[in-house]
Nanobody, 124 residues
C-alpha cells in the first residue's frame, strides 16, 4: 500500500510559478512510474505529466508542454511538478498518482494509488 500526499498548491497570478510536491510513504515508489493529473470544476480528470521509474522518460500534455517540468527523487520517495508561466486555465485540483508499472501513461486507469489532491488557483 502506498500513501501519497501532495503539497505546494496555492493561489497565484497569471504568469507566476508554483512547485507541487508529492511525498510517498508505505513503500518505495522507485520501481514505478509516477504521474500528475488535474481536475477543474465541472470537468473530467485530465493527464498532466508522467515520469518513468528511472526519471529518464517524461511525457507532458500538450497544454503544459514547455511550462511544466516533472521530476523525482527516488532516494526521498518524492515526485515534483514545477509549474511556470501559469495560466487561469491551469486552475484545478492537482493529483499525484503511482502507476502499476515502470513507465506511466496518460491513462488514469494505469495508476494504482492516488493522493488527495492540492488546489491550484491562477487568477488573471
Amino acid at each position: 500500500q502506498v500513501q501519497l500526499v501532495e503539497s505546494g498548491g496555492g493561489s497565484v497570478q497569471a504568469g507566476g510559478s508554483l512547485r507541487l510536491s508529492c511525498a510517498a510513504s508505505g513503500r518505495t515508489i522507485s520501481n514505478v512510474g509516477m504521474g500528475w493529473f488535474r481536475q477543474a470544476p465541472g470537468k473530467e480528470r485530465e493527464f498532466v505529466s508522467t515520469i518513468s521509474r528511472s526519471g529518464v522518460f517524461t511525457h507532458y500534455a500538450d497544454s503544459v508542454k514547455g511550462r511544466f517540468t516533472i521530476s523525482r527523487d527516488n532516494a526521498k520517495n518524492t515526485v515534483s511538478l514545477q509549474m511556470n508561466s501559469l495560466k487561469p486555465e491551469d486552475t484545478a485540483v492537482y493529483y499525484c498518482a503511482a502507476a502499476n508499472q515502470a513507465r506511466g501513461t496518460s491513462g488514469p486507469n494505469d495508476y494504482q494509488y492516488w493522493g488527495q489532491g492540492t488546489q491550484v488557483a491562477v487568477s488573471s
